[in-house]
């Protein structure tokens, strides 16, 4: 084992040296705090529903949205929800809170679809570059099985997709701390459920939010990771994987006529089918994806283990 943990300090040290690792950080950063001037103007609109007179805040703000409904017939869903909301705040006497950090990370979240991408070009260089520069031979004339080479690589990108989630949620909270304050270590919002409005925890709504995109997270990284195995090109891993993530609800739809369909890995990594209560198809259960997660995800690390375990690299 000590072998194994030394093999992984060493790629972990390999990938965070990389002036591209942190390029990927700064990214992030600068998206996290331009985002943070934007949700200036979400802040603002909560600020009218702090005072004692919230409730007829509402009330006007109700009057008002029916009086637009009745000059505008496209906008007629917005204005029912935003009229739904306000009679929910009215009826459970509730006051809107104030726009803060804990809502800022929750709507982060989306942020989450830029670490898969990020993780994917880890994940799709971590073992191609090794063939690419020439440096799998040095690895290869250790005393250290194969298997552990290839165990200490995968750990490594699942590290940096934990840190790089980590750093999502805990920077994003920081920024939003000094942008818009801290109301409370116990925050509720009104939020619309597959059910209607509802007072929920903000807290349990980002640890079910960032949770559940770490399935979809770890099932392209593991992708990327064979592809990177089988062909030792990084391009090409980061291509198809790229084009996987973002098409996988495109081809699920075009297949949906047909029954097999539900075995798709992407009809089954959207988690929140089962919370909303309306899975993609006839038959399919939160077991019935997590099992089909686990076939895939068994291929995905068996296809990378017998590719490189097995290749000859004489020649390289």
């Known amino acids: 084992m000590n072998n194994f943990f030394q093999l992984l300090i060493n790629e972990q040290i390999k990938l965070y040296i990389r002036k591209s690792t942190w390029t990927m950080y700064i990214l992030i950063a ?4 331009g985002l943070a001037f934007i949700s200036n103007y979400a802040a603002d609109q909560t600020e009218k529903y702090q005072d004692d007179n919230w409730r007829q805040t509402l009330q006007d703000e109700n ?6 409904m ?22 459970n006497d509730i006051q809107p ?42 690895l290869l004339i250790r005393p250290i099985t194969r298997t552990k080479i290839l165990a200490s690589k995968y750990v490594s990108v699942l590290l940096f997709a934990l840190f790089t989630l980590l750093f999502v ?25 597959s059910e209607g409005y509802a007072h929920v925890s903000i807290i349990e709504q980002i640890i079910k939010g960032y949770g559940l995109q770490l399935v979809t997270l770890v099932m392209m990284a593991t992708f990327a990771f064979m592809i990177s195995t089988i062909f030792r090109q990084s391009s ?40 909303n209560g309306s899975p993609m198809f006839e038959g399919m259960s939160l077991g019935f994806s997590i099992t089909v997660l686990v076939v895939y995800y068994v291929i995905f690390l068996t296809v990378s283990w017998v590719f490189f375990t097995k290749r000859d690299v004489a020649g390289h």
């Not at 600068?30 to 705090?33: D, E, F, G, N, T």
């Not at 191609?128 to 031979?137: C, L, P, S, V």
């Open 30 to 33: 600068a998206l996290v705090i």
């Open 63 to 68: 009057k008002e949205t029916k009086e637009d």
């Open 70 to 91: 009745e000059q505008e017939n496209m906008t007629q869903n917005f204005h029912s929800s935003r009229i739904e909301k306000n009679n929910f705040y009215l009826e």
């Open 97 to 138: 809170r104030n726009y803060d950090t804990w809502q800022f990370v929750m709507e982060n979240k989306f942020l989450l679809s830029l670490v898969s991408l990020l993780t994917i070009i880890v994940a799709a260089g971590i073992v191609a570059n090794e063939f690419k520069w020439g440096t799998i031979k040095l």
């Open 169 to 193: 949620l805990i920077f994003s909270w920081v920024v939003g701390a000094l942008f818009f304050g801290v109301s409370g270590m116990d925050p509720h919002i009104v939020l619309r459920q």
């Open 236 to 275: 090409l891993a980061i291509g198809i994987a790229i084009f996987l993530m973002l098409s996988g609800n495109a081809i699920v739809g075009f297949f949906s006529n047909y029954n097999w369909a539900k075995y798709i890995l992407f009809a089954n990594t959207d988690m929140n089918q089962y919370i």
